[in-house]
């Protein structure tokens, strides 16, 4: 199609040529006729053009017809050469068809040995579903047989519980008609007794220890100001100078060691502190209370190879400056010992100024009011207010020990107690325990486990001169609150004359009527004529002193024994 194309057009050319000629010849033919001279000439010219346009025109065609053929050639040289690249083309292509066939047939192979495997797992997890629902159906019907096994065991426990339940309810029912009864014989007893002739230096002996002491000379006494180190045995009760106290120490323990280190010692004195938290951590060192008392051994017990029993005696306040252990066993203290200044006497015994130019001339309740004596005396008659069993007589005469004996005798609160012992300014100290004494007959001692109240603060007794400190034969030491009135309260057992702190009277166990949790002991006369007839010793750690109106007492009615669900919610 190329060549004949490019021959047309050269035809065409060539033919344009010779249309162009044969319009110039006319014209010349036109011309000629008018110009006669020029018209030989011009035919000659345009017939030599004729002939040279023709000779063109041949040159070129056949330049042409020679492209032209050499396109072709060219042309069907690439052609044939596609064309093998073709039938190569299609010959991988049939290779790649037959090993795309060959992979088929594999995958599919693998897909059927693939699918063949899966349908024997599935047959197989079918098989084990069915086995597992067949056991848990086996384990339901077990379950289902224990549960009703059980069930019948709960019912009858149930059952069980009702009737004790039954039977602790008729028991507390019982022990409230006997507390009533005891009430009432405390009330008449409260009614009958107007005086107190037993003799309250007795129980400061501590004649229960049932020991032979002997008796240690000698006593240290130091300077206010001076710095003393000393062996330091914690204790859970607070010691009082002043106060008699015995102490049963057994063998295995810490204090044990100490106290055989302190008896080999020329002072025989160690340092006494208030015990605040576990014992262990105290001991080493955790936790110690600042101030405490120094303790002189005065009497000990002949050579035990067990235990030690010691009678002490409080001596001097003091306050810890630093701690130190010298050996595993063994606790000492750096402490700093404290001292009360007693001012001189403002008045004489008339009631008058010893010397009035010396004071001034301010008035004369303004002298009473810093007169420790004077607070001395208001302090005695309020006590008299309150409770007038409580023997003010045996009182110490001195106003620093006077002090003392009051944080041990009169009912204080705990951190009442430890302030005053802390306190160095005796008027000051006086003058706390005269507001507090003045607020005594408005508090009652309560159960400290469930509120309870036990005793009112107006029904206390003087029963012990040194205060009622004793240690029972397990080495456990007690400070007590003796009252000659308590309620809601069931004494326990058969009054016992064995180890009483009291000789003679005898004990039994005394708890709280609601909660059934230990208080202390209910003490019965054995010898005739003794007055009080019976009393009571109240653990102060067992109560807590509140006001009566922040008490529940109900002064005439029986209070409600607490069920016994109530009852392990307070235990």
């Known amino acids: 199609m190329e060549d004949n194309t490019t021959l047309s057009r050269d035809r065409g050319d060539d033919g344009t040529s010779m249309s ?63 064309h093998d690249e073709y039938e190569e083309m299609m010959e991988r292509a049939a290779v790649e068809h037959e090993e795309m066939l060959e992979q088929e047939a594999e995958m599919m192979e693998r897909a059927a040995v693939e699918q063949e495997e899966m349908l024997g797992q599935e047959a197989e997890m079918l098989e084990r579903a069915a086995v597992e ?47 009533h009864q005891e009430r009432m014989a405390s009330a008449e007893v409260a009614q009958q007794l107007d005086h107190v002739d037993y003799d309250i230096a007795i129980p400061s002996h501590h004649s229960y220890l049932d020991m032979t002491l002997t008796r240690v000379e000698g006593y240290n006494y130091w300077l206010e100001g001076q710095h003393v180190n000393l062996y330091m045995i914690p204790l859970d009760v607070i010691v009082i100078p002043g ?20 008896l080999d010692n020329r002072h025989k004195t160690f340092g006494a502190v208030y015990l605040p938290a576990e014992r262990e951590q105290v001991l080493l060192g955790r936790s110690w209370s600042q101030c405490g008392v120094t303790v002189q051994i005065v009497e000990v017990s002949d050579d035990n190879s067990r235990e030690i029993v010691l009678k002490c005696k409080g001596r001097q306040r003091f306050k810890t400056i630093s701690t130190q252990r010298r050996s595993v066993l063994t606790l000492h203290a750096k402490v700093q010992i404290l001292a009360d200044h007693i001012p001189p006497r403002l008045y004489d015994s008339m009631g008058r100024l010893r010397d009035p130019f010396k004071f001034g001339s301010h008035p004369s309740w303004l002298y009473k009011h810093h007169d420790v004596y004077a607070i001395m005396k208001s302090i005695k008659v309020e006590i008299t207010k309150y409770s007038p069993l409580v023997k003010v007589d045996v009182a110490p005469t001195q106003p620093d020990m006077f002090s003392y004996w009051l944080i041990s005798a009169m009912p204080f609160k705990f951190n009442q107690r430890v302030k005053m012992l802390r306190e160095n300014s005796l008027v000051v100290r006086l003058k706390s325990q005269l507001d507090h004494i003045k607020e005594l007959n408005k508090f009652d001692y309560c159960c400290q486990l469930c509120g ?21 034969p397990a080495g456990i030491a007690f400070e007590l609150i003796t009252a000659y009135s308590v309620q809601h309260t069931l004494a326990r057992g058969d009054p016992q004359t064995k180890d009483s702190w009291f000789p003679g009277y005898a004990w039994s166990y005394l708890s709280c009527l609601r909660c059934d949790s230990f208080l202390g002991w209910k003490f019965t006369a054995v010898v005739e004529d003794t007055q009080p007839r019976l009393f009571y010793g109240i653990q102060r750690k067992a109560v807590k002193v509140l006001r009566q109106s922040e008490t529940d007492a109900e002064e005439s009615s029986d209070i409600e024994p607490i069920s016994v669900q109530s009852r392990l919610f307070y235990l």
């Open 133 to 179: 629902q067949e056991e848990m159906l086996e384990q339901e019907a077990e379950m289902m047989e224990r549960a009703a096994v059980e069930q019948e065991e709960m019912m009858e426990r149930v059952v069980a519980e009702q009737e004790e339940i039954f039977e602790r309810e008729a028991e507390m029912a019982d022990r409230a008609a006997e507390a």
């Open 20 to 82: 162009s000629a044969e319009d110039g010849s006319t014209d010349n033919d036109d011309q000629s006729r008018g110009d006669a001279v020029e018209g030989e000439d011009g035919d000659i010219r345009q017939a030599e053009a004729i002939e040279g346009d023709i000779e063109w025109s041949d040159e070129q065609a056949s330049a042409s017809i020679e492209e032209e053929l050499s396109r072709l050639d060219d042309i069907m040289e690439e052609q044939a050469a596609a």
């Open 243 to 262: 106060q008699t106290f015995p102490l049963r120490i057994r063998e295995n323990t810490i204090q044990f060691t100490m106290v055989r280190a302190l």
């Open 452 to 472: 309870t109240d036990i005793v009112n603060s107006s029904r206390l007794v003087s029963m012990s001169a040194d205060g009622p400190f004793f240690v029972n």
